[in-house]
């Protein structure tokens, strides 16, 4: 989700309420978690980690909690996104307390 609020921002296509959301919530989650690319500058490095993706553990019900308002701006801009819970993601790349980065499974 951050990914693609982000992406947006750096589109010009928030308001100025959504931006300072997506400023003040940003700053929030670097004060709060590590973010995997200061472990691993490589972990979503396209060539290395094809698809790679965050996923939050279930018990970090406290990083959930500030998702609402990233949903909201993407509901508000058309970005279909929706909540995926699983016990086997894909390959596990990075792993802390809060989250794991995996790659996914490859089917079909």
Same mark, same amino acid.
């Given at each position: 989700?951050?990914?693609?609020?982000?992406?947006? =921002?750096?589109?010009? #296509?928030?308001?100025?309420?959504?931006? #300072?959301?997506? #400023?003040? %919530? %940003?700053? @929030?989650? /670097?004060?709060?978690?590590?973010?995997?690319?200061?472990?691993?500058?490589?972990?979503?490095?396209?060539?290395?980690?094809? #698809?790679? =993706?965050? @996923?939050?553990?279930?018990?970090? $019900?406290?990083?959930?909690?500030?998702?609402? $308002?990233?949903?909201?701006?993407? =509901? =508000?801009?058309?970005? /279909?996104?929706?909540?995926?819970?699983?016990?086997?993601? $894909?390959?596990?790349?990075?792993?802390? %307390?809060?989250?794991?980065?995996?790659?996914?499974?490859?089917? $079909?």
């Amino acid at each position: 989700m951050f990914g693609l609020v982000n992406g947006l =921002a750096a589109q010009g #296509r928030l308001s100025d309420a959504e931006e #300072r959301f997506r #400023r003040e %919530n %940003n700053a @929030w989650y /670097e004060a709060n978690f590590t973010n995997p690319v200061t472990v691993d500058p490589t972990v979503y490095d396209r060539s290395i980690n094809p #698809r790679a =993706a965050a @996923w939050f553990k279930l018990s970090a $019900g406290h990083l959930m909690q500030r998702m609402s $308002g990233y949903l909201s701006i993407l =509901a =508000a801009h058309d970005v /279909e996104c929706m909540r995926l819970e699983s016990t086997d993601p $894909g390959r596990i790349i990075y792993e802390d %307390n809060e989250q794991v980065v995996v790659v996914p499974h490859v089917t $079909g």
